[in-house]
């Protein structure tokens, strides 16, 4: 069975910090590109920061030089640090890992709140 276990969402002030964390079970975690993606309300999800098996990275636009994805293969798991957080990052993050169309996979998401 196939688990993707979120955490380290809460609530943060505009110009802050936080560590997300994505620990993954039932699968050859090196093997996989992991991603994370945030859907905020009214609004379709999209692709945040991905990291491929060969640690390439992929960031959208909006988060290009404050967040940074990174994974410890050791650990089967995969962070995402996000720095200087504004109120539009206020979403649900959800962690994907990705092989093929038929092994793709999503966590339950973290609600990830920046408010002052």
């Known amino acids: 069975q196939v688990q993707l276990v979120e955490s380290g969402g809460g609530l943060v002030h505009p110009g802050g910090s936080l560590r997300l964390s994505c620990t993954a079970s039932?699968?050859?975690?090196?093997?996989?590109?992991m991603g994370w993606y945030r859907q905020a309300p009214g609004k379709q999800r999209e692709l945040v920061a991905l990291?491929?098996?060969?640690?390439?990275?992929n960031y959208a636009d909006s988060v290009k030089g404050r967040f940074t994805i990174s994974r410890d293969n050791a650990k089967n798991t995969v962070y995402l640090q996000m720095n200087s957080l504004k109120p539009e990052d206020t979403a649900v993050y959800y962690c994907?890992?990705?092989?093929?169309?038929?092994?793709?996979?999503w966590g339950q998401g973290t609600q990830v709140t920046v408010s002052s």
């Open positions: 039932g699968i050859i975690f090196r093997l996989y590109t």
């Open positions: 994907n890992a990705d092989l093929t169309p038929l092994s793709a996979y």
């Open positions: 990291i491929t098996s060969g640690d390439n990275t």
